[in-house]
């Protein structure tokens, strides 16, 4: 065996293990100073230019009810002014949302008497050997269709006018749909 002996890691002369207890404080010290030239060089970016106060930006969330909302020419919104329709997203499978104070109590009031009148008992689909008759004790929902127009005050057009506008979607494209169930 010539030369003979171990292989040493490090080149020769235990200079391997100095340079292994520098690395962990040089990279320590690297990352610490890159990391704050980041964070400062960032907060150049995101401060308000002078001079320049009413750049429009966009509202933070918990601040959104309480923006003033500039106004649209009349005709591009389809209103003259801007309306907020709050919600809650109650379920996305079945969708199902809630609107608070989406109607008072006095127009549910009027639209329940005007179309208690034409309620009928809900049609059901038949099978072989069955009768009106025999399943009339069957029948638990009660239901009609009710226009706007059909209705002396008001309260359903005013109603359905505030769902076109949560749909965006005319009020020509809907029906109400009024069930009463026991």
């Known amino acids: 065996m010539k ?12 200079g391997g293990l100095m340079r292994t207890r520098l690395r962990l404080p040089v990279v320590l010290l690297s990352c610490s100073l890159f ?13 308000d230019p002078q001079g320049e106060e009413d750049v429009e930006r966009p509202l933070r969330r918990e601040r959104l009810m309480e923006a003033v909302w500039p106004e649209m020419a009349y005709g591009e919104s389809g209103e003259p002014t801007p309306s907020l329709i709050p919600y809650q997203i109650l379920s996305w499978q079945p969708r199902a949302l809630y ?11 009027n639209v329940v008497k005007t179309a208690k009148a034409r309620l009928r008992p809900s049609t059901l689909a038949l099978r072989k050997g069955e009768s009106e008759e025999t399943t009339k004790g069957i029948r638990t929902s009660s239901g009609t269709f009710l226009s706007a127009e059909e209705d002396p005050t ?8 505030k769902i076109a506008k949560a749909t965006m979607m005319p009020r020509s494209h809907g029906e109400v749909n009024l069930l009463s169930a026991r």
């Open 154 to 161: 008001g309260a359903l057009a005013e109603i359905e006018t």
């Open 99 to 109: 609107f608070p104070q989406f109607a008072t109590a006095e127009q549910c009031e």
């Open 3 to 14: 030369g003979g002996g171990a292989i040493r890691s490090g080149g020769g002369g235990g």
């Open 35 to 47: 990391f704050l030239a980041g964070f400062l060089g960032s907060l150049l970016f995101t401060q």
